[in-house]
């Protein structure tokens, strides 16, 4: 913002510049460092992304420097809005037609944000190769070719993802000489993921899917579809209104336009998805590729990928991994779509395995007449028992335990967690385990203190590292629920 100038009688100019000198980005990032203590930088600032890139923990307007440089050859800058600029269009059902590009439907297979765009674009340039082969100009049928994108959680790489695509359809259109610039604008239609949403905490996937409307309405969407997954669909079409009319996001062209952070992800998907892109062409093209078992195996290692960070709690899935509704007994009844896809783009539900186990404890507490209880015996330093009981709630939780806790050993529990500091639990192991008739874990993994603690009968150990899955389970075959 340029200073004032002009003289207002009793207020002196504002100086803006002087209150507010630049800051070199050595200078913030040396405060970075400083604040971390000596802490790992990399470790701690920089998110690597499931597409392998390399999120920085803050940008600056010299990221963009040699972004117009683009290695996908685009005439003028990329298209990465609506080609007219209007709003988008506000649907309940699919708008889009019988013979449009799914790219929605890698999404929720498990594909990465660039697969997604490096695929669809394959199939789209199959689909002009043919449509083009007698002779016909790109500009007719060819230029009414849609595409379907759902957009999931991860908030500003799926705004991200919308923009690149139009530039990337761009490049790939103007391979083939259109009579007509307009003939590389993208019709797309894009819908709120399926992959991560649940049935055991429904509001949840509400939460979820306002976020992903909003990736989509900043993104550029022409049209949008947000599926109702456990709560009334009115709620559905409601998000769109508040999006539209009370927060004003139809009100801009391009809201993302010039963000630093917004402009160089979108370009790091652009280059990584066309390198891809490249690939499958040198395969032969879509269809040759897929034939050929590309896109299953690329598919196959992205869902194992996902399944295993969900499993072990490093992507949060909020009411199924993480912080799940301990009151719930029963899940969510409808409305939920109907899955499509399959081989290898078969519907992936991430939060699956939680429900599956939770479902298992529900039927547990119906023969027996209550929930399996887990509780949580907190002693010793304050501080670090309760960090260790508030993560043994969610842990537990996730699987339909039922969780207590306190200093008091239960009269009734089915299964026995130490939460306290590493130097306290080999004592309170040797005058609990005794104590008590029931399985004795604990909290934590007091690495110098292993041996001791399972010779001394402690039958094993939850902590950060753990794999959700694999513990809950565990215990659940046990305890002796039927599966």
């Avoid at 040699?66 to 269009?89: F, H, K, N």
């Avoid at 195996?297 to 912080?323: D, F, I, Q, T």
């Avoid at 009151?327 to 899955?339: K, L």
């Amino acid at each position: 913002m340029a200073d004032a100038t002009e003289d207002t009688p009793g207020i002196p100019p504002l100086a803006l510049r002087a209150s507010f000198p630049p800051v070199a980005t050595a200078d913030w990032d040396a405060l970075a460092r400083k604040d971390l203590k000596g802490a790992d930088y990399d470790k701690r600032l920089i998110w690597r992304t499931d597409e392998g890139l390399a999120i920085k923990p803050f940008y600056r307007r010299e990221d963009l420097d040699g972004l117009d440089a683009q290695v996908i050859a685009v005439p003028g800058a990329l298209p990465s809005v609506r080609g007219d600029a209007s709003p988008w269009q506000a649907v309940e059902e699919a708008a889009w037609s019988t013979d449009a590009i799914r790219a929605d439907l890698l999404h929720d297979a498990g594909a990465t944000a660039v697969q997604e765009l490096a695929w669809a674009i394959a199939e789209g340039v199959d689909r002009l190769a043919a449509a083009t082969a007698d002779g016909t100009p790109v500009d007719g049928p060819a230029a009414s070719i849609e595409f379907v994108f759902a957009v999931g959680s991860t908030y500003f790489l799926e705004i991200a993802k919308l923009r690149a695509a139009r530039g990337l359809w761009a490049a790939a259109v103007g391979a083939f000489g259109p009579a007509s610039p307009a003939t590389g604008a993208m019709r797309l239609h894009v819908r709120t993921a399926r992959s991560n949403k649940g049935t055991w905490d429904p509001y949840t996937n509400l939460l979820r899917a306002t976020t992903e409307a909003m990736a989509a309405a900043i993104g550029g969407a022409d049209t949008l579809l947000v599926e109702p997954q456990g709560y009334e669909p009115h709620l559905a079409i409601n998000v769109q209104r508040i999006l539209a009319e009370e927060a004003r996001l139809d009100a801009v062209a391009d809201p993302a336009g010039g963000a630093y952070y917004i402009e160089a992800v979108t370009d790091a998907l652009a280059r990584e998805a066309w390198t891809q892109f490249q690939a499958i062409e040198a395969a032969g093209g879509h269809a040759a590729a897929v034939r050929a078992g590309r896109l299953e195996a690329a598919m196959a290692s992205a869902r194992a990928s996902r399944l295993k960070a969900v499993s072990s709690r490093r992507r949060p899935l909020v009411g199924s991994n993480n912080y799940p509704d301990l009151t719930a007994t029963t899940p969510a009844s409808g409305p939920f779509p109907e899955p499509e896809g399959d081989g290898p783009l078969t519907p992936l539900v991430l939060a699956a395995p939680f429900e599956a186990m939770r479902a298992r404890s529900a039927r547990h507490a119906a023969r027996l007449g209550r929930a399996p209880v887990v509780h949580l015996l907190t002693r010793g330093d304050v501080r670090m028992r309760g960090a260790r009981a508030n993560f043994c709630l969610n842990f537990f939780g996730c699987a339909g335990f039922a969780v207590t806790q306190g200093e008091v050993l239960p009269t009734t529990a089915d299964l026995l967690v130490l939460c306290s500091a590493d130097a306290e639990y080999p004592a309170l192991a040797a005058a609990v385990v005794p104590a008590v008739s029931v399985p004795v874990l604990v909290a934590g993994h007091p690495k110098d203190h292993i041996e001791a603690l399972t010779a001394a009968g402690v039958q094993g150990f939850v902590h950060v590292q753990s794999d959700a899955v694999e513990v809950l389970t565990l215990w659940q075959d046990r305890l002796g629920m039927t599966s």
